[in-house]
């Protein structure tokens, strides 16, 4: 089983940019689909981006496109999430996941991704 743990949330003013990291051990994760999703207070988890086992597809929520990146490194078993321009709706704690299934088919549903890790918060001032 993988154990995935985010990093890089912090506090920053709108505008501003963050590079969260989530790194993966236990197992490799190199053939997997794997998504960032996040929660704020009060709501409910919600998708934010996903990527294929090689980087060729990238997959993100209407919010965030043309804002956020996703990429990986499969050799140091890391995905990250670079988030640009951020907006103090962008607050929230940032999750990793592993897609459940074989074949990503651009599920956003996040009852479709396991073993998530703790989290990292993200704090957008105004």
């Known amino acids: 089983q993988v154990q995935l743990v985010e990093s890089g949330g912090g506090l920053v003013q709108a505008g501003g940019s963050l590079r969260l990291s989530c790194a993966a051990s236990?197992?490799?994760?190199?053939?997997?689909?794997m998504g960032w999703f996040r929660q704020a207070p009060g709501k409910e988890r919600e998708f934010v981006s996903a990527?294929?086992?090689?980087?060729?597809?990238?997959y993100y929520a209407d919010s965030v496109k043309g804002r956020f990146t996703i990429s990986r490194d499969n050799a140091k078993n890391t995905v990250y999430l670079q988030m640009n321009s951020l907006k103090p709706e962008d607050t929230a704690v940032y999750y990793c996941?592993?897609?459940?299934?074989?074949?990503?088919?651009?599920?956003?549903?996040?009852?479709?991704?396991?073993?998530w890790g703790p989290g990292t918060q993200v704090t957008v001032s105004s």
């Open positions: 996941a592993v897609y459940s299934k074989l074949y990503y088919t651009g599920s956003s549903q996040a009852r479709d991704f396991v073993s």
């Open positions: 236990g197992r490799t994760f190199s053939f997997n689909t």
């Open positions: 990527i294929t086992w090689n980087g060729g597809i990238t």
